[in-house]
C-alpha cells in the first residue's frame, strides 16, 4: 500500500500489518475531516508518520459474517461465526500449520486480537455481489411470501 501526503515522510518504508479498511480513516485524517460514528477502523497516518513508533493495531480481514481474521506481527488469529478459532505464532510457524488456539497459554493472545474485530456484521446475502444474481433475487422472494 502506497500512502503520500502532509505530514508524511518520503522514501520510506513501513514494515508493520495493515488493511484496507484503514485506508478511509487514514483518508479523512490526511484531509482534516472528521471520521464517521460508526467508523470501527483505525487510521494508520500515526504509523506514517512515524514508522518507529509503537504500533499495536492489526490488519483485519473479513470473510462473509462474523468470519475474521486479525494479524499482528507475531500472530494470526482467527474466529468464525460458528465460534471455532485458529491462531498461529507467525514467529514459530510462518507457514501457519499449527493451530495453538486450543492451547491455554494463548489465551490472552486471542483475548488481546478478539478486541479488534469488527463487531458491525451484515447478513451475508444482504451485504453480498450475489444479491444483484436473479437466483438469490427468486429466493428472497420466496423467502418473503
Known amino acids: ?22 485506508i478511509y ?6 484531509a482534516k475531516l472528521p471520521n464517521p460514528q460508526h467508523m470501527e477502523a483505525k487510521s494508520i497516518y500515526p504509523l506514517l508518520k512515524d514508522p518507529k513508533g509503537k ?16 494479524v499482528s ?5 482467527i474466529r468464525y461465526e460458528d465460534g471455532s478459532e485458529e491462531l498461529y505464532d507467525l514467529n514459530e510457524d510462518p507457514n501457519e500449520w499449527y493451530n495453538v488456539a486450543g492451547e491455554g497459554k494463548y489465551s490472552s493472545i486471542k483475548s488481546e486480537l478478539a478486541q479488534y474485530l469488527p ?14 444474481n436473479d437466483y438469490f433475487r427468486k429466493q428472497k422472494a420466496e423467502q418473503s411470501e
Open 1 to 22: 500500500m502506497i500512502f503520500a501526503g502532509p505530514g508524511i515522510p518520503k522514501n520510506q518504508r513501513v514494515d508493520a500489518p495493515v488493511d484496507l479498511f484503514s
Open 55 to 70: 504500533w499495536e493495531t492489526p490488519a483485519i480481514t473479513t470473510w462473509a459474517r462474523n468470519n475474521h481474521a486479525a
Open 73 to 77: 506481527r507475531e500472530y494470526r488469529y
Open 25 to 30: 480513516p487514514t483518508l479523512t485524517d490526511l
Open 119 to 132: 463487531q458491525i456484521n451484515v447478513k451475508w446475502v444482504e451485504a453480498s455481489r450475489y444479491d444483484n
